[in-house]
């Protein structure tokens, strides 16, 4: 019986090593990881997910940009940019200026190209850099040059997000809409939203704003914006930029919204996850240009990386408030989803009685 249970336990601890320590992410790591605790390992590889699927989806917003210059495209985010020339392109295409560059090939060139770049972001347009150094750029530092390019994306990408306000024209209280059991039962419709422009961070003093403050506010007025375009969708709550999309439904609700005629939303509560996040991304790019700078298995998997779905959500955003919103009011419509959830919701019980039995 001893022996049995010990057995057993040596079972479930390899299942435990399976799972976390598979050869591609194990054998990429120093040895000292193997010392770590299993929970700590899965931290940690959980991690390089994120930073991986952050790779990539920047790789392409960083691409999406220079194709607006021939010739220029990045093929890996962590070596292409170490000699500082496409910095500098990119921040040439966002402020319309011509940045003084090095066209030696030396490693000297190189950090004097990516100074030039880190001058003009935290002299020429306020951003706050820290502990992000030339040399570590032009070594290729992943957390750096991620970080680095997040920084330049808030910047450069978010600044046109506005604050929706109510029908007197005073702005949504940020910290009453961001509680996530708060969800605004009646629909909007466009006279009811007004947009107001205000800045990065509300301060009343001169202190520039940390980098957490600013990225935080962003994050709550997408927030905000994509819970009011999903008002009166059965089942639909956004309460964060990771699991609340998971299944797809919150893309398609925002798509429907602004154009109920070629989305029918219905198929959103029969399908698949993967179903419903090829779909939206695929009608997105489709109708709207708007890059699918994520993949399916990028936002259906336990641990979605927050940076990549806000980046996709402010290029939504972007283009959704240029266009017109169809209020979704019509109780028919609403009882009829709200069928279709329950009917969904009876198959998972069904389910869930025969595999009991």
């Avoid at 403050?213 to 008002?231: D, E, G, K, V």
């Amino acid at each position: 019986m001893i022996a049995d249970v010990e057995d057993n336990n040596i079972n479930n601890n390899n299942n435990i090593f399976d799972e976390i320590d598979d050869e591609d992410w194990i054998l990429e790591k120093p040895i000292s990881v193997f010392a770590l605790d299993p929970a700590d390992r899965r931290v940690l590889k959980v991690a390089d997910q994120r930073d991986a699927v952050q790779k990539k989806t920047f790789t392409k917003w960083i691409n999406f940009h220079l194709s607006k210059r021939q010739g220029l495209h990045v093929d890996d985010l962590f070596v292409d940019l170490r000699d500082g020339h496409i910095l500098i392109s990119l921040l040439e295409l966002f402020t319309n200026q011509t940045l003084p560059r090095e066209k030696g090939t030396s490693k000297f060139h190189a950090l004097q190209n990516v100074e030039q770049c880190l001058q003009c972001l935290e002299q020429d347009h306020n951003i706050r850099l820290v502990n992000i150094r030339p040399e570590e750029l032009v070594n290729g530092n992943p957390k750096l040059t991620l970080g680095l390019i997040w920084r330049i994306i808030l910047h450069f990408q978010f600044s046109d997000i506005t604050l929706p306000t109510t029908e007197e024209n005073i702005p949504v209280n940020i910290k009453q809409t961001i509680a996530p059991i708060t969800i605004i039962q009646q629909p909007a419709s466009s006279s009811q939203i007004k947009p107001v422009k205000i800045s990065s961070i509300s301060s009343t003093t001169q202190r520039r704003p940390s980098f957490d403050q600013i990225s935080t506010n962003y994050r709550n007025m997408l927030l905000i914006w994509a819970r009011q375009q999903c008002q009166g969708y059965p089942g639909i709550y956004i309460e964060n930029f990771t699991h609340s999309w998971r299944n797809g439904r919150a893309f398609l609700a925002i798509l429907h919204r602004h154009n109920p005629k070629l989305i029918n939303i219905k198929d959103a509560y029969r399908n698949s996850h993967r179903e419903n996040l090829s779909r939206a991304f695929d009608f997105a790019q489709k109708h709207y240009g708007i890059m699918q700078l994520i993949d399916p298995e990028d936002v259906d998997t336990d641990e979605p990386d927050e940076k990549s779905i806000l980046l996709y959500i402010a290029h939504l955003y972007k283009v959704c408030t240029t266009l017109p919103i169809h209020p979704f009011q019509q109780e028919h419509d609403r009882v009829n989803l709200e069928g279709e959830l329950a009917y969904e919701y009876t198959n998972l019980a069904s389910d869930l009685l025969q595999w009991i039995k």
